[in-house]
Each structure stands twice: as structure tokens, then as C-alpha cells.
């Protein structure tokens, strides 16, 4: 079982920077993959990066590769989302995610948190 809980969302200005977090609970975080996605007013839930268990692979979507980092602490139990250059059409709620897989596909997650909020004003 794990329990993710992100922070770090917010307002920022065309151009900006934010970081999200997340922590997660449990003692097999550094067991899971892990995946930000994000979910915009009136569309589908869009993969966004993902990480494996031990940090040494990250996948990027097209529309954010080069802009955003996905990290993680597996000692603090916590993966981060790095973003720069940000564009109003990162507008979303973001969503961490643990799963089994390494894989692009929400359902193959099992485990997600409540979302942050980004808003990225033009």
C-alpha cells in the first residue's frame, strides 16, 4: 500500500518555474515506478514523465521533454517534477502516480494522490 501527497502547485507567469513533490508513505517507495500526470479542464488525463525505481530511467512526454525533470529521493521517500519555461498549455491538475510498470498508461498505476493545481498565466 502506499499513500502519495504532492505539493508545490501554484500560480506562475508564462516563462516561470515551479517544483512539485510528492511523498509518498510506505516501506517499498524505492520498489515502484513513478509518473506525474496531469489533467486539464474538459480533457483526458495525459502522461506527463515518469521514473523508474531506481532513478536511472526517466520518460518524458513530447510537449514537456526538455523543460520538465522528473527526480526522486528514495531515501526520503519523496519524487519531484522540475518545471521550466512554463506555457499556459501546462495548465493542469498534476497527479503523481506508483505503479509496477514502466509504462506511459494511467491504469497501469495503481496508486495516485489527490492532484496540485498549476496555473500558468499569459
Known amino acids: 500500500q502506499v499513500q502519495l501527497v504532492e505539493s508545490g502547485g501554484g500560480l506562475v507567469q508564462t516563462g516561470g518555474s515551479l517544483r512539485l513533490s510528492c511523498a509518498a508513505s510506505g516501506r517499498t517507495f524505492n520498489s515502484y515506478v513513478m509518473g506525474w500526470f496531469r489533467q486539464a479542464p474538459g480533457k483526458e488525463r495525459e502522461f506527463v514523465a515518469a521514473?523508474?525505481?531506481?532513478?536511472?530511467?526517466?520518460y518524458y512526454a513530447d510537449s514537456v521533454k526538455g523543460r520538465f525533470t522528473i527526480s526522486r529521493d528514495n531515501a526520503k521517500n519523496t519524487v519531484s517534477l522540475q518545471m521550466d519555461s512554463l506555457k499556459p498549455e501546462d495548465t493542469a491538475v498534476y497527479y503523481c502516480?506508483?505503479?509496477?510498470?514502466?509504462?506511459?498508461?494511467?491504469?497501469?498505476?495503481?496508486?495516485w494522490g489527490q492532484g496540485t493545481q498549476v496555473t500558468v498565466s499569459s
Open positions: 502516480a506508483a505503479g509496477r510498470i514502466y509504462t506511459v498508461y494511467a491504469n497501469r498505476y495503481g496508486y
Open positions: 521514473i523508474n525505481s531506481s532513478g536511472g530511467r526517466t
